[in-house]
């Protein structure tokens, strides 16, 4: 089973997408976008004289806070719309059993339909690097915590693009794909969110594992702790547990785009086979 770039399903999607005029449209916008506000941000921070036209350490830090927690929503809520289609959409285009008929085992069809649905966001990731590298001119930023978050950006890019695909291989209709899509990624924000006070409440000053874990798979905790040192000690103040949240978040992430892609490859051709 071949998942390179050898995959036809792959080329083929990649070319259809980068060959559109609307992709790198988009892309122009968003960085269109992402430079106003840095140059805004840059404008205001500078306007009292005081810093001599330049930002401090501070400020840059700012800078990349935000910077990165634009990109964070930018992937939570893309991903979704990129993905929840892949499948669905070739079963309601009539398309899906000529696909099937080819060459092609599932797992290279799935993982196809994966990498060439989350390559445009990936894209539009890489090509906002230039911007990041604005904050390394005035220093508090190492390349260090850049790399780590664009690291894991791409691995919730993946496990989120990969429930997308699954979704979108069990259910027929693309929309109710991409509300079960949306539905997971709001599970991971607000409801981890939730759960995580909750326990905490609940063990009332003592240890609590269920809240460091649920705090620990929050895609903005572990953003947080990948941005400020200190994140982790908040974390053990709520918790009294000091488990690294970027193992526990590697983990449960690899895991979730594992049992994802299985499922889709198990149910790509029983859904075809059964008519639904």
């Not at 001599?52 to 634009?70: E, K, W």
């Not at 390559?119 to 005035?138: D, K, W």
């Not at 200190?230 to 949240?245: K, Q």
Request: hydrophobic share 55%; no cysteine.
């Amino acid at each position: 089973m071949k998942a390179d770039l050898s995959n036809p399903v792959l080329m083929k999607e990649i070319k259809l997408r980068f060959r559109s005029p609307k992709s790198f449209v988009g892309i122009l916008f968003y960085l269109a976008a992402m430079s106003l506000f840095v140059i805004g941000f840059m404008y205001i921070m500078t306007q009292d004289g005081s810093s001599g036209g330049y930002l401090d350490p501070a400020q840059s830090y700012m800078l990349f806070t935000m910077l990165t927690f634009i990109q964070l929503v930018l992937v939570l809520f893309i991903t979704p719309g990129l993905t929840a289609g892949a499948i669905s959409s070739e079963r309601e285009k009539q398309t899906l059993n000529m696909l099937l008929t080819t060459s092609q085992s599932s797992f290279q069809i799935i993982i196809g339909k994966l990498l060439s649905s989350i390559a445009f966001l990936v894209l539009m990731l890489a090509s906002s690097l230039p911007l990041y590298s604005i904050v390394f001119l005035y220093g508090g930023v190492s390349p260090k915590q850049l790399f780590l978050l664009m690291f894991y950006f791409l691995l919730t890019t993946v496990a989120i693009g990969s429930l997308g695909v699954m979704f979108s291989t069990l259910i027929r209709k693309t929309i109710v794909s991409m509300i079960a899509t949306y539905g997971s990624v709001l599970a991971l924000l607000a409801v981890t969110g939730f759960l995580s006070v909750f326990f905490a409440s609940l063990s009332q000053g003592g240890t609590s594992p269920g809240a460091h874990l649920f705090a620990a798979i929050n895609p903005a905790v572990l953003t947080a702790s990948l941005l400020a040192s200190d994140s982790g000690d908040f974390l053990h103040g709520m918790t009294g547990l000091r488990w690294p949240i970027w193992l526990i978040y590697l983990l449960v992430y690899l895991i979730v785009t594992a049992v994802a892609v299985f499922v889709s490859v198990k149910s790509l051709r029983v859904n075809m086979a059964s008519g639904k």
